[in-house]
C-alpha cells in the first residue's frame, strides 16, 4: 500500500540546487551575502539536523557567498556533525564563550566574503526570527559598517517554499505516519479515557508508526466541539458526545506533516455531524479549485465562501498555511495575505467552522500544489464523521 | 518509592512572587517595563504553556510594568488559554496580519506603561533570543523613541536562575521520569538494535512514564565511546563493546529534566569501564565540594582538577549548565563563565572524558544546589557501568 521509506538525507545535488536557486534570487535582490541562523535555514541549505537547537545556550551561523558553497560558523560541538554533511568550510569555536561568542569568527569571515560597499541580507520579516543575541548582532553591524545588513526574508521564503519531488516526498512519508497512528486511533482513544492519557498515547503511537520525534501534538475535546486548540491536555475524561480533535506536527528526516482528525465519542449530535459534513465539503471546494495563480487570500476566501453557502460560520484566524521543514511556514490564509501560490508549494487546507460560541470544529489537511491542482498528501480524512463506540 | 506528581501549575503566589523579584532587579537596573518574547520568559512569566510555539508564524510578547501585573499582548488564538492563567490584561490581534503583525497594539502598550524618558528592557545577551520579526523591533524602537530599549539579560536571568521550592518539586518530579525510563533500559536496549529503534524507544518509555512531551533526546553509541553527541540515530545496529549514552530533555507540565546514562552493550573494555569511574568520581567531588559562593568557572575547574588527577583528559566544552523551563539554562560551567552560583540554582553537572582521539564518555546529574550544597534530583547513576547482556 504505501511507499517504501525515502532515503535519509538529501544527495549534495539537491543543496546544490537549492544554492543556485538562493544565489540567483541574492543577484535579483542585490544582497553579497546571505546570513542565516535559524534552524530551519540552516537545515535547508546543509543538510545539518540535530535536536541540539532546543539548547538556547549557543548561536549558529551559515552564510551563503554571491557564488560558492555555504560557509559553516558554528560551536565546535556540531564540527562533527556539520563535517558529515556537504558542507567543506566549517568555522567553529568553542562554544559558550562570554566575551566573544563566535562574533569575531563570523565578523571576520563576511568581511572575506562581503565587499565594503556590499549588503548582507538577513531574515528580518514576518515568520522569521534572529536566533542570536540582539547585542551581539547590534555589535557586527558596527563592526562590518559601512557593509549594510538589509532583509531577505522574500529572498528566503521564495526559495523555500517551493519544494523538490525529493522534499515532497519526504512529507508524503511523514503524513503517512500520521496517518497510521490516526488510523489505530481505537487504540488509545475512547469513552473515560483522559486527555492526557490520549495524547501522550497518541505521542507513542506516531513513534511506533515511525516518527522520529514527535515536536508538535495539540487537540481539543468537549460536547459537541471543542474551544481552545493550543492548550495542553488536562486531566478531564472523554464522555460520550464529546468531539476529539488530534492533530500533530510529527517528524521523519526533518521534515513535518501538519493534519488534524476529529472522532466523536460514543455518540455525536447532529450539529457535531453537520460542521463535520460543512468543513468536509468546503475542503473538497478547494481541493479541486485551488491551482498556480491563486493568492494565499483566495484560499480564504474559497473557504469562507463554501462554508458561508452551507450556512456555517467560518472560524477567525488562518484557515492553512504552509509547511516544510517547520510545523508551519508562510504563507498564512488569511483575508490579508497577498502571497501568490505557486506549483511546488506544501499546503495544509485547515477550516474551521464555530458551532456555537467558543464550540468549535477544525478539519486538515496537507497537500502538495500541482500545475494541475491540489495533490493530496495526507490520506482523506473519512467522509463522515467517525463516532468510537 | 517516589514523590506523588506535583499539582499542574501554579498558585498565583508562585508568579507574584516572580513578578515581584522582577520588579525589584528593574528598579535597580532603571528599566521601566520589560518586554519578553520568549516561550521561556512568557511561561515564566505568566503560567501559559502550549507546545504552539512550534509555530513560527506569530510573535507573543508579555510587558512587566515597575509595578502591578504582566500584560499580554498576544494572537487572538492564545486569548481563550492565556485567560487561563493569572493574568487579566490580555490585549490580543488577529494574526497574522502581515502589515501590522501586533506592533501598533504592542506599540501603544508600551508607551501606555512608559514614560517617554524611561527605558524598556529586553534581554539582548548571550543565551537570549528576540522571538519576533528584526524589522518590527527596529520599528518599533523608532516608534517609541525617546524612550531607549536596553539590555536587561541581568535582570531576568538573575530571577529566572534562583528556583522556588515548587519549581525543584517539579523538576525533581520530570527526573524521576527519566529514572524510571532509564531503569527499563533492557526493554529497549540491546545487541542487535538498531541505534534509530532504540532512540525511538527511548522516547516512547519516557511518555509511558509520564512525561508530557520529549523535546530532546541525543545520544551516541560506539566501539568503548562514543564521537557526536548531537547527530539523530542512524540505522547502524548495537553491537558488542559499544558504549550507548542516552541523553534526555523530557518535559512535566513545562519543566525539563536534562541527563544522561551510559551502558555497554554485551561486554565492556577496561578503558570505557576506567573512564566510567573517573567520571563517577569526579562527579561525586563535585556533589561533595561545590557549595554556594563559587562561580561556573570554578566547577568548570573541580572536574578538570579531578579529572586530570586521575589521569584522565577532560573533554572540551561546558562541563554542566543551568536547568529549568529550557533544555539548558545559563550559566555554563567552561572556564569563561565567572557567573556567582547561589542557592536555588538547578544545575546539570556533566563532565566528559576524552577516551582516545574523538571517542568519548559524558555522565550527567540534575541536582539543586542548597546553603549546604548539592541535592540529588536524579537519581545517582550505578557506581559502576552498567553491562547489557
Chains 1, 2 share one sequence.
Not at 481505537?186 to 522520529?212: K, T
Not at 510545523?327 to 501568490?340: A, I, V
Request: hydrophobic share 40%.
Amino acid at each position: 500500500m504505501s511507499e517504501p521509506m525515502p532515503a535519509r538525507g538529501f544527495p549534495p545535488a539537491e543543496f546544490q540546487t537549492r544554492i543556485t536557486r538562493l544565489q540567483t534570487a541574492m543577484a535579483h535582490a542585490g544582497h553579497s551575502a546571505l546570513l542565516l541562523t535559524s534552524s530551519a535555514d540552516i537545515f535547508y541549505t546543509t543538510g545539518f539536523l540535530t535536536r541540539f537547537w532546543e539548547s538556547p545556550a549557543r548561536p549558529w551561523f551559515v552564510l551563503i557567498p554571491a557564488t560558492g558553497t555555504p560557509i559553516a560558523v558554528i560551536p565546535a560541538i556540531g564540527a562533527d556533525l556539520m563535517g558529515k554533511t556537504w558542507i567543506t568550510d566549517i568555522r567553529t569555536w568553542d562554544a559558550p564563550f562570554p566575551e566573544d561568542d563566535g562574533l569575531s569568527l563570523l565578523s571576520d569571515t563576511l568581511a572575506e566574503i562581503v565587499p565594503e560597499t556590499g549588503t548582507i541580507g538577513l531574515p528580518m520579516g514576518l515568520e522569521t526570527q534572529l536566533r542570536m543575541p540582539l547585542a551581539d548582532y547590534t555589535k557586527i553591524t558596527q563592526t562590518l559598517a559601512p557593509r549594510r545588513f538589509v532583509d531577505a526574508t522574500d529572498t528566503v521564503q521564495r526559495t523555500r517554499e517551493i519544494k523538490s519531488e525529493v522534499e515532497i516526498r519526504k512529507i508524503r512519508a511523514t503524513c503517512a505516519v500520521a496517518d497510521r497512528a490516526f488510523a489505530r486511533i481505537s487504540d488509545y482513544a475512547a469513552e473515560g479515557r483522559s486527555h492526557a492519557q490520549v495524547f501522550r498515547d497518541f505521542q507513542r503511537v506516531l513513534l511506533e508508526e515511525g516518527a522520529d520525534w514527535v515536536s508538535y501534538t495539540a487537540g481539543g475535546a468537549g460536547q459537541g466541539g471543542y474551544g481552545d486548540v493550543i492548550s495542553p491536555a488536562g486531566d478531564q475524561k472523554l464522555i460520550a458526545g464529546d468531539i476529539l480533535m488530534l492533530d500533530t506536527g510529527a517528524v521523519l528526516d526533518g521534515y513535518f506533516c501538519d493534519f488534524d482528525r476529529n472522532f466523536a465519542i460514543t455518540r455525536a449530535d447532529d450539529a457535531a455531524k453537520r460542521a463535520y459534513d460543512q468543513l468536509y465539503q468546503a475542503t473538497d471546494h478547494v481541493l479541486a479549485t485551488l491551482r498556480p495563480g491563486h493568492r494565499a487570500c483566495d484560499v480564504h476566501a474559497m473557504f469562507a465562501q463554501s462554508l458561508t453557502a452551507q450556512g456555517a460560520t467560518p472560524g477567525a484566524g488562518r484557515l492553512g498555511h504552509g509547511l516544510g521543514v517547520t510545523l508551519t511556514e508562510w504563507p498564512s490564509f488569511t483575508p490579508h495575505d497577498t502571497t501568490e501560490l505557486r506549483a511546488g508549494m506544501v499546503l495544509t487546507l485547515e477550516p474551521g467552522v464555530e458551532i456555537a460560541p467558543g464550540r468549535f470544529q477544525v478539519h486538515e489537511e496537507n497537500i502538495v500544489l500541482r500545475a494541475h491542482g491540489c495533490e493530496l498528501l495526507s490520506t482523506r480524512a473519512p467522509a463522515a464523521l467517525p463516532i468510537l463506540r
